[in-house]
């Protein structure tokens, strides 16, 4: 199994950007969007469960637009209004197993992609 995300860039503050990912060799249960900003912690950002339901952070809510396919392993992440606190890698996330208390646990993903880096400038 591999991920692609893509679509990172600089921009500046209330603007948008949208990211895409694409998995190879998979149909997963969820696919989730994790992000880490410099000296933090990776921090859950929005998920989508095979059933459609979709799933966001608290901080992205109202502003960021998950969508995808899970049977076709495809999420792209509308991100609008952002703010210099969004800047981070960006990484996508897959798992075949993940249960569904668990989607906003990066632990929980046995599949990641490279990341893409987000500059939001103030």
């Known amino acids: 199994v591999q991920l692609q995300a893509s679509g990172g860039g600089l921009v500046q503050a209330g603007g948008s950007l949208r990211l895409s990912c694409s998995a190879s060799?998979?149909?997963?249960?969820?696919m989730a969007w994790f992000r880490q900003a410099p000296g933090k912690e990776r921090e859950f950002v929005a998920a989508?469960?095979?059933?459609?339901?979709?799933y966001y952070a608290d901080s992205v809510k109202g502003r960021f637009i998950n969508s995808g396919d899970n049977a076709k392993s495809t999420m792209y992440l509308q991100m609008n209004s952002l703010k210099p606190e969004d800047t981070a890698v960006y990484y996508c996330a897959a798992s075949t197993s993940i249960i569904l208390s668990s989607v906003r646990q990066d632990g929980q993903y046995s599949y990641w992609g490279q990341g893409t880096l987000v500059t939001v400038s103030s």
């Open positions: 989508i469960w095979r059933s459609g339901a979709i």
């Open positions: 060799g998979g149909s997963f249960r969820a």
